[in-house]
């Protein structure tokens, strides 16, 4: 068996080092390896206190994933923070990297907790759809209060070294080389009279209307965890410690054997498969630093923002002198809202802007690792950007057009060099939307498929690989999603009920409420393109509004009507009257029953999406509809959904 853990003596002091890459993960090995060690080292008597420290680039970072779905093996976590903070030697935690979940809950067990400055720690279970199962909520309000416990673990973001020592979550922070320093503080700790264990420590109950507020921060519709971690260290506040701990192992594992958590943990593993392809192992992708951008429309300037953000240099390209500046002033706003919402200083909105240039001259591209065409979607448009980037553009330099529609290798037809092509579909708008489908041609070589991954782990995206055809993977789904609530409507299900039961489901919004936001002309004028080809295009409901001058908020109706400056929908007559013939039926539905139909209808396009290769994996498809769709984290997406 591998060995997961070194003791090492220095002086008085000994060091244990957990060595379980890549993240030092708690494997039932580690758990085994701890409480031995509490056992051999309370033993010796030369040794006076332990100081806990991990090997590689973190400190403990939470549960062994591979565990997820395994019962239970002992030793349990909760006994084994037991045993070190019963140990007869004092144990210090030295942290480095990010000290989560489980991790956290080691250190809580320890008598002290000194961190590196670029440390983090932090309870973020929650995220899973559980509740920490190891004495987070018991102990955390013990060490640093009960508003940083519910802070820590109800949001489950991590906190910085220097926040975490003014909360009272650590100790000291380490200038230099923490595991030497973790050992002087030991050796000067064991000089003095220790504080009490983190179970000793008195808590402060709070008064009703705190907790009142809390509640109402906590509630996330859909969601059991974030109610739950709070109730827990509520009654980890008001109750004894023992019973406290048996409280909170008994809720997280109800929570974790719940639909939520299934579903939060199968979109946890499908991120992390995601972002490293196994297709892709081995395969270098080629360096970008220059960033060029076809068009600086809201598409093109939200693509510029992102790669500004991620620290690439930027060159615009747009028609005509007024359509750069148009595109360099739409750019600046977008960084100037940044700025206002504390996500970017002033001074770094004006390093971001010196590292942008706009032209409509298109030899400045001629440096570029990288070119993004985000022009109109327009066949004809398109083949002609790309004709004039054959001319200008390095051999070497990777192309890609950011088309939500089109045949890519329409696009790129006749183009010199077609390894270098790549469909890179981002969604808008694309400084904030997370998804980004890749869309390989088939001459598309491995290093520029690898960059194309890279590229979005640099720009914070969520890559997903689609095949070629009408609509990709996302907006495929969404056209059968709309069709199957067109259906409904047929049928004689009313449309706000629809709306309604889609966001009780979890969605943000119903289909017909995100197409007014949108506008419904964007797929009639899709859905005309195409019957000008020749296709026989059936008329749709929306197609009966946008023809009555209905195209959604932007008009003051759509499948709703709106009321100047007021975007709360309100049910329209005259949408009744426009669609009274296409209207068959009296169809009453429950809200389930219409949500069990129209994910069953995004589903069973996945399958279809699946026999034709055009997603690789089930779990792909779940990606794009949670990143790019709005669908419910915690339902896992259509797929999982589906599957029961």
């Not at 200038?175 to 000793?200: I, M, N, S, W, Y």
């Not at 808590?203 to 509630?219: G, N, P, Q, S, Y």
């Not at 080629?286 to 300037?301: E, F, N, P, Q, Y």
């Not at 889609?502 to 506008?519: H, I, S, V, W």
């Amino acid at each position: 068996m591998k060995t997961v853990m070194t003791i090492e003596h220095r002086g008085a002091i000994a060091v244990v080092t957990i060595d379980n890459p890549p993240v030092n993960a708690l494997s039932n090995a580690v758990r085994g390896a701890l409480v031995e060690a509490v056992e051999t080292l309370d033993a010796d008597d030369a040794v006076k206190a332990v100081v806990i420290a991990c090997a590689g680039r973190t400190f403990i970072a939470g549960a062994d994933v591979r565990e997820f779905n395994l019962p239970p093996q002992e030793p349990l976590l909760p006994d084994v923070v037991a045993a070190i903070e019963d140990a007869k030697k004092p144990w210090v935690a030295a942290i480095h990297g990010s000290a989560l979940g489980g991790g956290f809950e080691v250190a809580l067990g320890c008598r002290f907790r000194i961190a590196d400055a670029k440390a983090s720690v932090g309870l973020p279970e929650v995220t899973l759809g559980l509740i920490p199962g190891a004495s987070g909520t018991v102990r955390t309000p013990r060490l640093a209060g009960v508003e940083t416990a519910v802070k820590l673990a109800v949001s489950g973001r991590p906190m910085k070294a220097k926040a975490a020592l003014e909360a009272g979550l650590v100790d000291a922070i380490a200038d230099g080389d923490l595991v030497e320093e973790a050992v002087v503080f030991a050796e000067q700790a064991v000089e003095k009279p220790l504080p009490p264990k983190t179970r000793e420590r008195p808590v402060t109950a709070l008064a009703e209307d705190f907790w009142a507020a809390a509640e109402k921060d906590a509630a996330k519709p859909g969601y059991r965890a974030p109610l739950e971690v709070l109730a827990s260290i509520r009654f980890a506040v008001e109750n004894p410690f023992d019973a406290a701990m048996e409280h909170e192992r008994k809720i997280f594992l109800e929570l974790r054997a719940s639909k939520e958590a299934a579903a939060l943990r199968h979109v946890f593993f499908a991120e992390r498969a995601a972002a490293r392809p196994e297709s892709l192992k081995g395969i270098e992708p080629l360096a970008i630093s220059a960033v060029g951008v076809i068009g600086g429309g809201t598409m093109g300037a939200g693509i510029a923002v992102a790669a500004l953000n991620a620290g690439f240099s930027v060159t615009l390209i747009e028609r005509d002198e007024e359509a750069v500046a148009r595109g360099i002033r739409t750019i600046d706003g977008i960084l100037a809202g940044s700025v206002k919402r504390g996500k970017l200083t002033e001074a770094g909105r004006v390093e971001l802007m010196a590292s942008l240039g706009g032209t409509t001259e298109y030899r400045a591209l001629g440096d570029c690792d990288l070119v993004i065409e985000a022009v109109f979607e327009e066949i004809s448009v398109k083949r002609a950007v790309f004709e004039k980037l054959g001319q200008v553009c390095r051999a070497d330099a990777v192309l890609a057009t950011n088309t939500s529609y089109l045949d890519p290798r329409l696009i790129a037809e006749g183009l010199a060099n077609p390894e270098r092509f790549i469909g890179l579909h981002f969604f808008s708008p694309a400084h904030v939307m997370k998804l980004l489908e890749i869309v390989p041609v088939p001459q598309t070589s491995g290093a520029v498929l690898a960059t194309a991954f890279a590229l979005a782990k640099t720009l914070g995206k969520m890559p997903v690989r689609a095949g070629i055809c009408e609509g990709f993977i996302g907006n495929r789904i969404l056209k059968r999603y709309r069709a199957a609530a067109e259906e409904l409507v047929e049928q004689g299900v009313a449309i706000a009920d629809i709306d309604a039961a889609m966001r009780g489901y979890g969605f943000k919004m119903g289909p017909f409420e995100a197409q007014d936001l949108g506008g419904l002309d964007i797929a009639f004028l899709q859905r005309e393109g195409a019957r000008a080809t020749g296709e026989a295009v059936p008329e749709t409901l929306g197609d009966i509004l946008v023809r009555a001058g209905r195209k959604g908020q932007k008009t003051g109706g759509g499948w709703y009507d709106y009321e100047p400056g007021n975007r709360k929908p309100i049910v329209s007559e005259q949408v009744t009257d426009l669609l009274r013939d296409r209207i068959d039926g009296d169809t009453s539905l429950t809200a389930e029953e219409i949500a069990e139909r129209l994910v069953g209808a995004m589903a069973d396009e996945g399958r279809a999406i699946l026999a034709e290769g055009i997603a690789e994996k089930p779990a792909d498809i779940d990606l794009v509809e949670i990143h790019g769709y709005g669908f419910p984290r915690h339902k896992g997406g259509p797929m999982f959904a589906s599957e029961g």
